[in-house]
Structures are given as structure tokens and as C-alpha cells.
């Protein structure tokens, strides 16, 4: 698996003065944040988190990476909170993907209201439960999920990031499968569009990243835009793994060889449908295509490698 197109973008919305969401679109590491607080404070929250967060490097990996992301986001936060008394009380929510490429692991963490989508196939899904009061009462059957759109502390949350010493964070991990789309947002977004009319402008955009962050954060503020909303989306695609393949050739007798002894295993030959689709695909260009835009893509690591080394000296 190999993360394909990203894209990030927030907006103010119509209604608000400042925007406090910040957002981070760097593979393998994607996030959302939305800051509370008085004054300049939830800015400073969100923007500390998506700097903590940032700052992570590589050495992170999976759940328990982004586990260990979002704790020390909260201590940075809590800590500038009790030293500075104009961000006393200050928080955010957060919501942050980290993709291990080699294994399709997609570890998601959350706190607040926040939310990770996942368009797999036809159906977008939220993969997120709100750390809210109205989806408390829906859980307990209280509230109608309907009544809990229109509901006048639906922004109220019941866990942010930096309000406390420690915080619990949600985490789970998705199995990406090649061709998935997440979507990372802020509630600025659900809670101006409803999930149908997300999913139809991200088919519209054709599940371009970049476009579907702009028709989305248009969506919004064609609603009304009443909250800032930022929104972040990734592919996930199958790995480009035709490299050696496509130096020897087609294996096209294998595979109508493989058939009769897989009969009735759907995995099995779907495997076989899509390795040779793959094949296909990048088979009639020469090995040699990718073998420079590898090295090309070598080159131009080394060289941003060089530029950041010279640049934090
Ligand atoms: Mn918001």
C-alpha cells in the first residue's frame, strides 16, 4: 500500500472573526485540530497540538503512535496553559491519522468532536465517535441522531486536549484497502452538511483530494458556514509493486493455470485479477520509466534533506 493525494484546507467560515482549527497534511502523518478558549487561547491550543504533532518525526508508528502523538500534545498544552494565565482553560479537540504504508495500518486517534470519515467503495462512513454531549445522548438513546444535528449544545464537547494533566484518547486501527479515501474534519463541517451531500460532493470532485477540500469547505459555507471548518483527505492506493514484475514478462499463463486449483476461493483469484490488472497497467511502459522517476524522487530527498539540514544549523 502507498499514500497517494493529499490535501488540507481550512477556512474562517461566515461567521467567525478568527479561524482557531489548524490542521497538518504531511504523509504519513495527517490531523485536524480545533481550538477553545477565550481570547487568542484556542488558537494557541490548536496550533500547539498541530506543532506537537508535527514535530513527531518518524519514529512514530501505528495506534499506540498516535497515542503517544496526542499525550504529548496534551502536555505541551496544559503545561503553556498553567504558565500563561491568558490561555487558562484553553483546549482543543484533535483527530489524527498515521499510515504505515508497508502494512495498510491506519492508526486514528481522537479527542472532541473532531471526525475521521472513511469512503471505501460506495459508502462513506464515520469512523469517529464524538466526545460530545449530544452524542452521549444519542448513545443513551436520549436524543434522535437527527435531534442531535439541530441541537443548541451540539458543539459542546465532554473531552479536549490540554484542559486536564492527562487525557484519554480513543485510538483504533483501520486495515486501508487500496482505492480508500479518508477524511479528516473539524465539526465545522458536519455540522453544516449532512453526510449525504458530503459524500456526493467528494464523488463530484471524483475523489480528488484537493478538489473535494474545496467543494466540501464551499459546501459549508453555502449552509451557512456559521464555524471554521478544515478538512484533510488522503487515498490510500495498492503499492507500485509492478517493479520487478514488469522487468520479466506477463505472467499471463500463470495465471489462467492458477485458476482450476483456486476454484471457489474468491480471495485467491481476485488476488491473481488484481496482480495482473497491476501488471497491465504499468506493463507496457519499460521498467526503466520507474526506475528513474525512483531515482528522481532519490535525488530530490537528498537535496530537501540537505536544505532542511543547512536550514536548522
Ligand atoms: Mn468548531
Same mark, same amino acid.
Given at each position: 500500500?502507498?499514500?497517494?493525494?493529499?490535501a488540507?484546507?481550512?477556512?474562517?467560515?461566515?461567521?467567525?472573526l478568527?479561524?482557531? !482549527?489548524?490542521?497538518?497534511?504531511? /504523509?504519513?502523518?495527517?490531523? *485536524?485540530?480545533?481550538?477553545?478558549?477565550?481570547?487568542?487561547?484556542g488558537?494557541i491550543?490548536a496550533?500547539?497540538?498541530?506543532t506537537a504533532?508535527?514535530? %513527531?518525526?518518524?519514529?512514530?508508528?501505528?495506534?499506540e503512535?498516535?497515542?503517544?502523538?496526542?499525550?504529548e500534545?496534551?502536555?505541551r498544552?496544559?503545561?503553556?496553559s498553567?504558565?500563561?494565565?491568558? @490561555?487558562?482553560?484553553?483546549? &482543543?479537540t484533535?483527530?489524527?491519522?498515521?499510515?504505515d504504508?508497508?502494512?495498510?495500518?491506519?492508526?486514528i486517534?481522537?479527542v472532541?468532536d473532531?471526525?475521521a470519515y472513511?469512503?471505501?467503495?460506495?459508502?462513506?462512513?464515520?469512523? &469517529?465517535?464524538?466526545?460530545?454531549?449530544?452524542?452521549e445522548?444519542v448513545?443513551?438513546?436520549v $436524543? &434522535?441522531?437527527?435531534?442531535?444535528?439541530?441541537?443548541?449544545q451540539?458543539?459542546?464537547i465532554?473531552?479536549? $486536549?490540554? @484542559?486536564? /494533566?492527562?487525557?484519554?484518547?480513543d485510538?483504533?486501527?483501520v486495515q486501508?484497502?487500496?482505492g480508500?479515501l479518508f477524511l479528516?474534519?473539524?465539526?465545522?463541517?458536519?455540522t453544516?452538511?449532512?453526510? !449525504?451531500?458530503?459524500?456526493?460532493?467528494?464523488?463530484r470532485?471524483?475523489?480528488? /483530494?484537493?478538489?473535494?477540500?474545496d467543494a466540501? *469547505?464551499?459546501?459549508?459555507?453555502e449552509?451557512?458556514?456559521?464555524?471554521?471548518?478544515?478538512? *484533510?483527505?488522503f487515498?490510500?492506493?495498492?503499492?507500485v !509493486?509492478?517493479?520487478?514484475? *514488469?522487468?520479466?514478462?506477463?505472467?499471463?499463463?500463470? %495465471?489462467?493455470?492458477?485458476?482450476?486449483?483456486?476454484?471457489g476461493?474468491?480471495?485467491?483469484?481476485?488476488?491473481?485479477?488484481?496482480?495482473?490488472?497491476?501488471?497491465?497497467?504499468?506493463?507496457?511502459? /519499460?521498467?526503466g520509466?520507474?526506475a528513474?522517476?525512483?531515482?528522481?524522487?532519490?535525488?530530490?530527498?537528498l537535496?530537501?534533506?540537505?536544505?532542511?539540514?543547512? @536550514? @536548522?544549523?
Amino acid at each position: 500500500m502507498r499514500i497517494g493525494r493529499a490535501a488540507g484546507l481550512t477556512d474562517p467560515g461566515r461567521r467567525r472573526l478568527r479561524n482557531e !482549527d489548524a490542521f497538518i497534511c504531511e /504523509p504519513p502523518l495527517f490531523a *485536524v485540530a480545533d481550538g477553545m478558549g477565550g481570547a487568542r487561547a484556542g488558537e494557541i491550543a490548536a496550533g500547539l497540538a498541530a506543532t506537537a504533532l508535527g514535530e %513527531a518525526g518518524s519514529e512514530a508508528q501505528g495506534e499506540e503512535g498516535v497515542v503517544a502523538l496526542i499525550t504529548e500534545a496534551n502536555r505541551r498544552i496544559w503545561e503553556r496553559s498553567l504558565a500563561d494565565p491568558q @490561555t487558562a482553560g484553553m483546549g &482543543t479537540t484533535v483527530t489524527a491519522a498515521l499510515v504505515d504504508a508497508d502494512t495498510g495500518a491506519v492508526g486514528i486517534g481522537h479527542v472532541g468532536d473532531s471526525r475521521a470519515y472513511l469512503l471505501r467503495g460506495g459508502r462513506l462512513e464515520q469512523l &469517529t465517535t464524538d466526545h460530545s454531549l449530544v452524542a452521549e445522548l444519542v448513545q443513551s438513546g436520549v $436524543l &434522535t441522531p437527527e435531534e442531535a444535528e439541530r441541537h443548541p449544545q451540539r458543539s459542546a464537547i465532554t473531552r479536549a $486536549l490540554g @484542559t486536564e /494533566p492527562s487525557v484519554e484518547v480513543d485510538a483504533f486501527t483501520v486495515q486501508a484497502e487500496p482505492g480508500d479515501l479518508f477524511l479528516l474534519c473539524s465539526d465545522g463541517l458536519p455540522t453544516m452538511v449532512g453526510e !449525504d451531500e458530503m459524500h456526493e460532493a467528494i464523488e463530484r470532485a471524483g475523489r480528488d /483530494p484537493a478538489r473535494a477540500a474545496d467543494a466540501l *469547505v464551499a459546501a459549508a459555507n453555502e449552509h451557512g458556514g456559521e464555524d471554521n471548518v478544515t478538512v *484533510v483527505l488522503f487515498e490510500l492506493l495498492a503499492a507500485v !509493486d509492478g517493479a520487478e514484475a *514488469v522487468s520479466t514478462p506477463l505472467p499471463a499463463p500463470a %495465471a489462467e493455470a492458477v485458476d482450476p486449483e483456486r476454484n471457489g476461493d474468491p480471495d485467491g483469484s481476485s488476488a491473481t485479477e488484481e496482480s495482473s490488472a497491476s501488471l497491465r497497467r504499468h506493463g507496457a511502459g /519499460p521498467g526503466g520509466r520507474i526506475a528513474a522517476l525512483a531515482l528522481i524522487a532519490g535525488v530530490l530527498v537528498l537535496g530537501l534533506l540537505a536544505l532542511y539540514l543547512a @536550514t @536548522t544549523q
